[in-house]
């Protein structure tokens, strides 16, 4: 099979590193997720992931995404009152979160990757990682609120 180029790529040699078989059911869940920027439910990769290789079930896709996950390969998002999101892991980043549609961008910030992670307390507990969420309206929904408002008036 000739040599996947890109995200993909790295993807792929990440699990093989880790040992695990690349299949063609993890292959068509790590291409229905490389290049995805907003963060699809585990049924929109099902989606994506089935039409491109036919009768693959939703359950499967959920086993997949979790092997992903805990390789490192692909990260679980989410935020109140909606269900798990998904996006490859590619590195440090927050997320602003629409309260009004649900959507998740990204956030690349150097001064909350400068943030510094707080000393242990007495509880013991060490602390791996940070993850901040924006919470607010997205431009689009702060267009049709204003859009909405107008005619109200």
């Known amino acids: 099979m000739a040599a996947e180029s890109g995200s993909m790529g790295r993807m792929v040699d990440l699990c093989r590193r880790r ?3 690349v299949t063609a059911q993890r292959r068509a869940v790590l291409r229905a997720l490389a ?4 963060h699809p439910t585990a049924e929109q990769v099902h989606a994506a992931a089935s039409a491109r290789l036919p009768g693959m079930t939703l359950a499967t896709v959920y086993r997949v995404l979790g ?3 805990r390789l490192g390969v692909a990260r679980r998002v989410a935020h109140d009152g909606t ?6 892991d590619s590195g440090a980043h927050h997320h602003l ?3 009004s549609c649900g959507r998740i961008l990204d956030l690349r910030d150097p001064a909350l990757e400068a943030l510094t992670l ?3 307390r ?3 507990f060490t602390i791996q990682e940070i993850t901040i969420q ?8 702060r267009r049709k609120r204003s859009a909405h408002e107008r005619r109200r008036r």
């Open 118 to 120: 707080p000393a242990p």
């Open 97 to 99: 979160v629409c309260l």
């Open 19 to 21: 040992g695990v078989p």
């Open 35 to 38: 290049g995805r920027r907003d």
């Open 67 to 69: 092997t992903l996950e």
């Open 83 to 88: 269900g798990a999101r998904f996006e490859i």
């Open 122 to 124: 007495a509880s013991g």
């Open 134 to 141: 924006f919470r607010g309206l997205c431009r689009a929904c």
